[in-house]
């Protein structure tokens, strides 16, 4: 099969896959972040087959959902690889990629170890701020039946991946765990100047959303 092909089959899957996802992880999560993807590469020029492949498998098996198993993904981008006869040399850049990328907490270092995997990473992380960023992160915690805000729960900068994912604090907590924490996080040159526009939105939104919760214009 073609690498066009891969990538057509990859998106079929993923689009089944993700489906019924409400939760802020389906297809067009992954979409998005195909999208962003391409668009950081057109400047930083890495190899674009696996950038694509890896950008859409990233959330084959998300940690979130297998009990917090961080296997399931590598393992599961590697058995679609195999059988779709991608190259083993691509299929050990993308399962690293799927390893390495998910988010473990304001104080836990996660480095992208190829160029590829920071773009990815870059799109991901570009995904999860700005307008679209506020609408994923309250569809998030409604799903899991957290409070939008509750003011005397403060934000916790969580120094364990352990602590991080067991919180179940008030959704606007998140945003000062994790959201506002990721402009500087961004890997590439290019992605540092996509998340300057989404963070501004999101401390623009998070002013007003303070002024009306207590009455305030
Ligand atoms: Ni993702």
Redesign the pocket.
Known sequence: MNQEDILIKAEEYIQKLLANDGAG?DYW?IYR?VKLSKTINEHEKANSFVVELAAWL??IADHKYHDGDHSAGPREGRRWMELHGVDEEVIVQVENIIKEISFKGAEVKTEMSSLEGKIVQDA?RLDAIGAIGIARTFAYGGNRNRLMYDPSVKPVLHTDFETYKNSSAPTINHFYEKLLLLKTRMNTETAKKLAEKRHLFMEEYLAQFFSEWEGKK
């Open positions: 992880h999560h972040v990233h959330d991901d």
